[in-house]
C-alpha cells in the first residue's frame, strides 16, 4: 500500500459474501448479501472493507489490489470436495461459493495475503488443504448446543493453546458465539489452535504463514476485534502479535 506517510492508508479487506433470494424495497430477487457485522468489524480494527460476491473469473486479479482476505459464515461445503457422499443434515451445496472462495485462497496463498476464515471460511480452508469434515456434529458429541436452532447462536466455552496465535490476539480462555452444525475431522497443514470444552475444534491455523487464521465460532457478533485488529496489522505490514491484547 501507498499514502501519505503521516496518514498511512488503511488496508483494504476482501470479504466473501453470500448470494440469496432476498427481499429488499419493492424486490424480490437474487442478491449479493452479508451481515454488516463483518464490515463493521473490519471498519472498527482499522481496514476498510471490500465485498466479493460470488464470481467465476478474477479471483487473481482481485487478490493482487486486496491486502488480506476474509472467508465468511454460509451454507455447508460440497462433501464431494473431500470425496464423501452428503449426510441427510447436510445442507444443498452452494457450488458457486464453494469455487470462487476456493480460487481467492489460491489467490491469497500465491500472493502472500494473510487469510481469516469463520466458520464456514474455516472448515473451507480445511478442505482446500486435504482435510474433512464432521457432517453433522451432534452425531459426534451428542448435543447440540454449538448450534441450538436455525438463526440463534449457541455459547461455548473455548481454550486456546499456548504460543499459538489465537490466543495472542484474543487470550487463553473465552466464550465464543457459534452456529454449526459441522466441523472440522482432519487439517492436514494446519494446527490446532483451539477447542470447545467438548473436544471441538474451534480454531486452525497454519505455522508456516504469518497470518493464515480460521476460528469456527463468529467474532463479528462480539465486541472483541482481536481476531480483526491481527488481521489488518498483518494486512498493513506489521506484526499480528503487535495488535495482541
Request: proline residues 7%.
Amino acid at each position: 500500500m501507498t499514502g501519505n506517510p503521516a496518514h498511512p492508508a488503511r488496508p483494504l479487506i476482501g470479504i466473501t459474501t453470500y448470494r440469496e433470494q432476498t427481499r429488499f424495497g419493492a424486490w424480490n430477487s437474487s442478491a449479493d448479501v452479508l451481515h454488516a457485522t463483518y464490515a463493521r468489524s473490519v471498519e472498527a480494527a482499522g481496514g476498510v472493507a471490500v465485498l466479493l460476491p460470488p464470481q467465476n473469473l478474477g479471483a487473481v486479479e482481485v487478490m493482487a489490489r486486496l491486502d488480506a482476505l476474509i472467508l465468511t459464515g454460509g451454507a455447508d461445503v460440497d462433501p464431494a470436495r473431500y470425496g464423501a457422499a452428503p449426510h441427510p443434515r447436510t445442507q444443498s451445496p452452494r457450488h458457486d461459493r464453494d469455487a470462487w472462495e476456493w480460487s481467492l485462497l489460491d489467490a491469497a496463498e500465491a500472493a502472500g495475503r494473510p487469510v481469516l476464515g469463520i466458520c464456514r471460511g474455516l472448515q473451507l480452508m480445511a478442505v482446500r488443504g486435504g482435510g474433512t469434515l464432521e457432517q453433522h456434529l451432534p452425531d459426534v458429541v451428542g448435543h447440540s448446543e454449538h448450534a441450538p436452532a436455525p438463526g440463534a447462536f449457541g455459547w461455548t466455552p473455548i481454550r486456546t493453546e499456548a504460543a499459538s496465535l489465537v490466543r495472542r490476539l484474543i487470550g487463553e480462555e473465552t466464550q465464543v458465539n457459534c452456529a454449526h452444525h459441522q466441523s472440522v475431522a482432519l487439517h492436514p497443514g494446519f494446527e490446532v489452535s483451539a477447542r470447545a470444552a467438548d473436544g471441538t475444534i474451534e480454531a486452525i491455523e497454519d505455522p508456516d504463514r504469518p497470518f493464515w487464521l480460521a476460528v469456527q465460532w463468529h467474532p463479528e457478533y462480539g465486541d472483541d476485534y482481536g481476531l480483526f485488529r491481527g488481521l489488518v496489522a498483518a494486512a498493513a505490514g506489521g506484526s499480528a502479535a503487535s495488535s495482541a491484547r
